[in-house]
C-alpha cells in the first residue's frame, strides 16, 4: 500500500553522520553537539564543513547549555550571538525551546528569539515536552512563529507518545508542523506512523567502538548509519 508522502529529518553531530543520513535518504538535518546530554549548540566549524559535503537542509540547535530550559538574561544574548556567527555560516533553519519556571512556554522570549532570526524558520524542540499543557503550548508556539514542533508527545519515546502527538497535530489547525521525534527508530517507525504526519524525526545511529580505548574516559560514540535511514525511507513505498 502506498503511504502519504513524508519526510526524514536525521539528527547528527558529525560530518560522516550528515553524509550518511543524507545517502539513506535524509531530507533534512538537526545539527547539534553533545547528543548524549539532549544536544547543545554546535560549532560553526562544523556547520561550515557539513555544508560543503551535503546538500539537504541543515537545521542548528541553539541551546548554550545541557540542563533544563529556562535561561537567564546572559544566555538568552549567548543564543542570539549564535544565531548571528551560524547564520552566517549558512543554517538553513534554527532549534530551540524556552520555558518559564512553571513549566509553561515562554512566549516572551521565543517570540523574541523568533523574530531575531529574521527570515530563518525555526522548529520549537522537545522542551515541550516539559510544559504542563502541550495541547494549549502547540497553540502558543504557533502563534510565537515558529514553523513547527518536535515532541515525543510528552512521553519517553514517540511511539509511547503517539495518541498524545496526533492530539496535538488536531490542537494545530495547519497553523504549525508536528513532527514526531524521540526513539523513532527502523523497528518502531510502523507503529508511530500516521498519514496526517508529515514529517518524523530520528537518529539512525549505531554504536562505533574506538580503536584507541582508555581507561580513563568512555572513548566509544555513536554515528547515524545510512542502513538505518534507509529502512524508513523505504517504507515510503508502503
Known sequence: MQREPYLI???????????????GGAERIELCSA???????????????VKRHISIPVYVMIRPREGDFTYSESEIDVMKREIDLLGASGADGFVFGILKPDY???????????TYCGTIPVTFHRAIDCSR????????????GCERILTSGGKNSGPEGREMILAMHEAAE??????PG?????ETFDEMYHPAIKEYHLSGRKPKPSPTPST???????????EAIARVAFRKQG
Open 216 to 226: 580513563l574516559f568512555d572513548m566509544d560514540w555513536a554515528e547515524t548509519s545510512r
Open 9 to 23: 529529518e536525521v539528527v547528527a553531530s558529525t560530518v560522516h553522520s550528515c553524509v550518511e543520513a543524507e545517502i
Open 182 to 186: 524521540g526513539g523513532v527508530k527502523p
Open 133 to 144: 499543557n502541550l495541547i494549549e503550548s502547540v497553540k502558543e508556539i504557533a502563534a510565537c
Open 104 to 114: 509553561t512556554v515562554d512566549t516572551e522570549m521565543t517570540r523574541q528569539l523568533v
Open 174 to 179: 495547519g497553523k504549525i508542523l508536528i513532527m
Open 35 to 49: 547528543l548524549g546530554a539532549a544536544g547543545i549548540t554546535p560549532s560553526s566549524g562544523l556547520l561550515e564543513v
